[in-house]
């Protein structure tokens, strides 16, 4: 899997990946002890793009992730990083954006 990685943009130094969280996706759940917060949980769907030298950044996936922050010390650290179900890139277009981010407000309530 590392030589995978290696060969691929991970080990080009002439390209670059780029994430961008979908809007509407995000969410943030607080971890709690005793009423205490101690770390929180950050959920949703992040796109791809390649930055290649010379070339039109792209778009080159979705996927959905999970990152575990922790707090210690009043200093919030990124503890584990989950990127999963990849698959193709594909753009939102302006009223499914607004619909996904109306949906989430709508959740909030």
């Not at 778009?59 to 193709?88: C, E, I, N, Q």
Request: proline content about 4%; charged content about 30%; glycine content about 10%.
């Amino acid at each position: 899997m590392v030589s995978a990685l290696r060969q691929s943009l991970c080990g080009n130094p002439d390209s670059r990946l780029r994430r961008e969280a979908v809007d509407g996706t995000v969410h943030v759940f607080p971890m709690k002890k005793d009423d205490v917060v101690y770390g929180a949980i950050l959920s949703g769907e992040h796109v791809f793009y390649v930055r290649q030298k010379g070339k039109p950044e792209f778009l080159d996936g979705r996927a959905k992730f999970m990152d575990l922050w922790t707090l210690k010390d009043g200093v919030w650290k990124m503890s584990r990083v989950l990127s999963y179900d990849h698959g193709p890139g594909r753009a939102l277009t302006r009223s499914a954006r607004g619909a996904m981010m109306r949906s989430s407000a709508e959740e909030g309530r």
